[in-house]
């Protein structure tokens, strides 16, 4: 019966991508460009000064994802809690044991965990919430299409964290928080000089820039780690789609469909919830080292 | 068509072209040593696991953490060649 239903739901999924296949070779309006996708529209016009603090698509999505965020924690964990947990209450047992000894344990050190685990907590919900809203196809681009003379938007699957900006202001928080903690706990002079590691005197102007340079290197790694992955894997899934639309023929759909589910499924089950973690267990470990340094 | 406009077209082809393959070079090469350092995390865990499996709950942590630094090798050269393919 399972079965059936799934063969019934691919059928149909693979049916409707032939479908918008034709109706394009009908009315061609333009050429099919994978990267118009990413282009942010100012939705609701918001400048102050130089500052465009516009609504945009990714805008829309983080809102979105931190309204989803909160709901998801207070439903899993806060609401109507008992000593004989169910699935939900076991769910949200098994979410925060992840944040407390795969993330926060294995970065922060013990002194620090109940300052720090709060926000490496939240990231990695956070995260998570906004890399998978990014692969279900919500009424939120700026294409549109007629249904019985209403004009609505086309489903469409993409993720904040796809954009440069999002994932770099993610980063900055944790690349200012690492040197503010470094600071309060280990003051200037001695946070510095533990960033100089144990090397003899002359070896200095080689290793110094190297490691100021390291500290920044961070910031791009982290933020680049999120973002070209979530861009990768929506491009992958719109090249296979956009292949029926650039070569222009339907029969295509039988190979690029299934190649496209295969990416899609690679991306829920796997990439997703490892950003996530990364990004959170990077970040405790980054705040842990700048608290704690080794030498 | 004169011979200066077949070289002038030739040279737009030329920088197209230079395009696709500064693309294909940062995925390709970056996958190339992705794929090498992705095999070796996985064989280490397996090794690891095959002598001491009552650590695997340990190892398993520092194997992601190791797989997302080396898979993210890619997309560094997938950036770049992005920002090759979009800026030149």
Redesign the interface.
Known sequence: MKRALAAVIGLALTLSGTAFASTVEGGKEEDFDPSHEWLLHDWIPIHLGPINLSITKAVAYLILASLLTMLLGWFLMRWRLGTDPGNRQTAGEWIYEIAQT?VAE?GLPTKSIARWFPYVASLLIFVFVVNLIGFIPLPLSDEKFELFGVELPTLGIYAATSTLSVTLTLALLTFVFTHVEGIRHNGVAGYFKSWIPDVPKPMYPLIVPLEILGQFMRLI?LS??LY??ML?GHMLILTFIGLIFVLENVFLAVVAVPFAWAFYLFEILIVVG??A??FA??TAIYIGSAIEPEH | MTFAAMVFAAAEDGVDAGKAVALALGIGLGALGAGVGIGNIFGSMIQAVARQPELRGELT?IQ??G???T??V???G??GGLLAFVLV
Do not use: D, K, T
């Open positions: 795969q294995q790694s680049v780690r070209a992955n990768a490892i950003q973690y990364i267990a990077l | 942590g992601w953490l797989f997302a630094l898979e993210a890619v997309f560094y997938l950036i």
